[in-house]
């Protein structure tokens, strides 16, 4: 028939089994995960467990049985292209002709066979009466088994790059077989369905198979949510489907009320154009608008009304029951109240109602369970969804949780809010395990995880698709901030503000001796342009010696950067990087995408409501939101890694002035300011030589005399590298002073001289503390 009606090719039946253009296959019933007829106390899963345990168990047996051994001959003299073989050896699964050849035995089947069923010609096997029952019985246990007749037809390329290889027998498919109405082929003798074949995998070799049914049933194990997963998206795509036939109804109104007011009116050929007044219309349209807007209204006011509203449906009295086990036992064969629908009203009519922030973590108006806080919900988890399974506890979703990328979008669009994140030390503490990465586990605890003033807030930065060094799997990778906790923000709450920058960038430059701000048309002009914007009341000189200063200037530095360069240059890079590191992996983190959310993620016990007499606990599950408006994670890790790095230096250079500098008080105070020496030709002739000036001291001690340093850094951070002598002002150059103390963060808080009388035995003690927690940690 197929070649007939031109689907196949004409050629020999031979030739398209040989070419694998035409494939038979035997298929299995479907294997249902619900509608199975449950034995009492029996669930759905125990069912379909059952039903496919016994198919590996029949999988195992045949893998070395007779039916196996004779298809693994027929394949290879397929393989072999003997036609007259694979003839023959068909012949054996023709259970026409077995039952035939068995007809002529009568009482001879009862005697021992003479042949190896798994080896003997399909003649030998079929004369021999004993062997012919018993392999009879064998190709009946097949076709028990695997009761229908299928085929596959790939053209001729595919036939021949990716047909099943030898001993590649089984394809395993989910969802339904039937893929179209039944029909037959133009004057066709049989009837046929178009079989789906979305979402099989294969083809497998028996003992992969086994192994695969047995994945299955643990990937489907209730507790992994998989089926309740499943069964939630099912039930949200036919209340999307629902929704979009209301609102393509509501879509085609317009036109259907002018056909309505005015009769057939013809629209072909002509094309809409926009109105000239927004809201105007005249004529019969003007009734036809009218009329549209009070259907409308309608909608409007029905999609408010049922928002808030339970809608149920009285399906019949229950007839007096007074033995308490047959209460249970009807108790048992009932399910649950499921409110997804009554919760998506909302959403479906969103259209109408203009109602906004419905998706989960939008809508973040609900006060926190921690001071200065807000939550947002995400979904909600059930006990025993979809049905319990052993004595496992375990919760699993009830109203869809977004894709975490999605969800991760949505949390980034707060940008004046910081959500609040357990650490992996926290979520081991309260075994709050992400457990996505074994998806055959359990997923979710049955239990409250609340929020903490201990948590940390953080911003979402950005994220990126690479694969994970474990699976090497492509994923979402997401970068985030770390900010303060709330806890922090009451006890030191100056450390968790926005930093106020006294020497702002872009262009910029803070004199900090006198605190004027220097800006400039360049960075040449910037001290003059100072200068003149302060109302100088007389415009300095124009000097002249470009060149001659020029050359001074790069002699004198690029002779200290290289002097710099020698004592330590190679040494101090490689430390400085150790320290950007530890400080960038101290203030951000890369978390994967679904790892993040459910860090982000707390729950808390719902009140029973006596809704059905399961009473099987729901849990809230939410995300908490602190506000940090101001928060910028980048500018702030420059400035600390910036003068972190300053400071450093300057405590290095510090040592040039003794040990009792950092042994003899509290703490130390260190003082740099640039200096210059004028040369001048004429009145239009000038330059400038710049050098840098230090001293430290213990405080409370007097304060030694200034030294010149040669440092590079210290040059810099004076202003030698950064002024311009084109107009010629004292005050050109910067300095500063700096102050080292010790203590813990609440006493550094809360004082201005911390809580030691040594600076060093302090900072040792401090080090050695830190240390220990960080093992601890």
């Given at each position: 028939e197929e070649m007939s009606t031109n689907q196949l090719f004409e050629q020999s039946v031979w030739e398209h089994y040989q070419d694998s253009t035409f494939v038979p296959l035997r298929c299995s019933r479907n294997v249902n995960v619900y509608g199975n007829q449950l034995e009492e106390g029996q669930t759905n899963y125990e069912a379909f467990a059952a039903e496919i345990e016994s198919l590996v168990k029949w999988f195992e047996t045949e893998e070395t049985g007779a039916v196996e051994k004779r298809l693994e001959h027929l394949e290879k003299a397929r393989l072999k292209k003997k036609q007259d073989v694979v003839e023959s050896l068909t012949g054996a699964f023709d259970l026409d002709k077995v039952k035939a050849a068995m007809s002529k035995c009568g009482q001879k089947s009862s005697g021992q066979m003479t042949v190896n069923a798994y080896d003997a010609p399909t003649d030998d096997l079929l004369a021999d009466c004993a062997a012919a029952k018993w392999w009879s019985e064998k190709l009946e246990d097949w076709k028990l088994a695997l009761p229908f007749v299928s085929f596959m037809s790939p053209d001729n390329k595919t036939g021949k790059e990716h047909a099943p290889k030898k001993k590649e027998e089984l394809l395993v498919c989910f969802g339904k077989r039937v893929a179209s109405d039944l029909h037959r082929r133009e004057n066709?003798?049989?009837?046929?369905?178009?079989?789906?074949?979305?979402?099989?995998?294969?083809?497998?070799?028996?003992?992969?198979?086994?192994?695969?049914?047995?994945?299955?049933?643990?990937?489907?194990?209730?507790?992994?949510?998989?089926?309740?997963?499943?069964?939630?998206?099912?039930?949200?795509?036919?209340?999307?489907?629902?929704?979009?036939?209301?609102?393509?109804?509501?879509d085609a109104l317009p036109a259907m009320l002018v056909e309505e007011m005015n009769g057939d009116v013809d629209f072909d050929g002509l094309s809409l154009k926009a109105a000239g007044s927004v809201g105007v219309a005249k004529g019969i349209f003007s009734s036809i608008a009218e009329a549209f807007s009070s259907v409308k209204g309608k909608y409007e006011r029905l999609g408010n009304f049922l928002g808030n509203t339970v809608v149920k449906w009285v399906v019949c009295p229950l007839k007096p029951v007074t033995e308490e086990d047959d209460l249970q036992k009807l108790d048992d064969a009932l399910g649950v109240e499921d409110g997804l629908a009554r919760d998506y009203i909302k959403t479906a009519y969103s259209k109408f109602t203009g109602a906004k922030d419905l998706l989960p973590g939008e809508d973040c108006g609900e006060q926190g369970l921690v001071a200065g806080t807000s939550q947002c919900q995400l979904g909600i988890m059930q006990e025993d969804m979809p049905e319990p399974y052993e004595q496992e506890?375990?919760?699993?979703?009830?109203?869809?949780?977004?894709?975490?990328?999605?969800?991760?979008?949505?949390?980034?669009?707060?940008?004046?809010?910081?959500?609040?994140?357990?650490?992996?030390?926290?979520?081991?503490?309260?075994?709050?395990?992400?457990?996505?990465?074994?998806?055959?586990?359990?997923?979710?605890?049955?239990?409250?995880?609340?929020?903490?003033?201990?948590?940390?807030?953080?911003?979402?930065?950005?994220?990126?698709?690479?694969?994970?060094?474990?699976?090497?799997?492509?994923?979402?990778?997401?970068?985030?901030?770390?900010?303060?906790?709330?806890?922090?923000?009451?006890?030191?709450?100056?450390?968790?503000?926005?930093?106020?920058?006294?020497?702002?960038?872009?262009?910029?430059?803070?004199?900090?001796?006198?605190?004027?701000?220097?800006?400039?048309?360049?960075?040449?002009?910037?001290?003059?342009?100072?200068?003149?914007?302060?109302?100088?009341k007389e415009k300095t000189a124009r000097n002249a010696a470009r060149s001659k200063r020029l050359g001074t200037w790069w002699h004198s530095k690029m002779k200290s950067l290289e002097k710099g360069i020698k004592a330590g240059w190679s040494e101090w890079v490689g430390r400085a990087n150790t320290r950007y590191s530890h400080l960038r992996q101290k203030l951000f983190e890369e978390v994967e995408a679904n790892e993040l959310v459910h860090s982000l993620s707390y729950q808390k016990a719902l009140r029973l409501t006596g809704a059905d007499n399961k009473r099987r606990q729901q849990y809230q599950r939410f995300a908490v939101t602190v506000p940090c408006d101001g928060f910028d994670p980048e500018q702030e890790f420059d400035l600390k890694y910036t003068w972190m790095e300053k400071s450093l230096t300057l405590a290095k250079k510090a040592l040039k002035f003794g040990a009792e500098t950092f042994t003899g008080g509290a703490g130390l105070s260190i003082e740099v300011r640039g200096a210059s020496v004028l040369h001048m030709k004429d009145a239009k002739n000038a330059w400038m030589k710049y050098s840098a000036y230090v001293r430290a001291g213990a405080i409370g001690k007097e304060m030694p005399e200034f030294i010149r340093t040669e440092n590079a850094f210290l040059e810099d951070m004076s202003g030698a590298f950064s002024v311009t002598d084109q107009y010629l002002k004292a005050d050109d150059l910067n300095g500063f002073s700096a102050t080292f103390v010790c203590g813990t963060r609440q006493e550094m808080h809360d004082s201005d001289v911390g809580s030691s009388t040594n600076f060093a035995d302090c900072v040792k003690k401090g080090a050695e503390e830190n240390a220990a927690r960080l093992e601890k940690s």
């Open positions: 066709g003798g049989h009837l046929m369905t178009d079989q789906s074949a979305v979402g099989c995998h294969g083809f497998w070799e028996l003992p992969d198979a086994r192994k695969m049914l047995n994945r299955i049933l643990q990937l489907w194990r209730p507790p992994t949510c998989q089926l309740a997963a499943m069964e939630l998206e099912m039930k949200m795509k036919i209340l999307e489907i629902m929704t979009d036939m209301n609102n393509n109804l509501f506890d375990f919760l699993c979703p009830v109203r869809p949780l977004l894709p975490a990328k999605k969800q991760i979008k949505i949390f980034r669009k707060k940008a004046k809010t910081c959500m609040l994140r357990m650490n992996a030390g926290q979520m081991s503490e309260a075994k709050w395990f992400y457990r996505g990465l074994t998806p055959t586990r359990k997923q979710y605890e049955v239990m409250e995880n609340p929020p903490t003033e201990e948590l940390r807030a953080v911003k979402i930065m950005k994220s990126r698709s690479r694969p994970d060094h474990k699976f090497n799997i492509w994923r979402n990778f997401v970068t985030v901030a770390y900010g303060c906790s709330q806890k922090e923000k009451e006890l030191t709450p100056n450390f968790c503000k926005k930093p106020t920058v006294v020497n702002p960038r872009k262009g910029k430059l803070r004199n900090l001796l006198t605190g004027v701000v220097l800006a400039g048309k360049a960075v040449g002009d910037v001290a003059g342009a100072a200068a003149e914007a302060a109302d100088a």
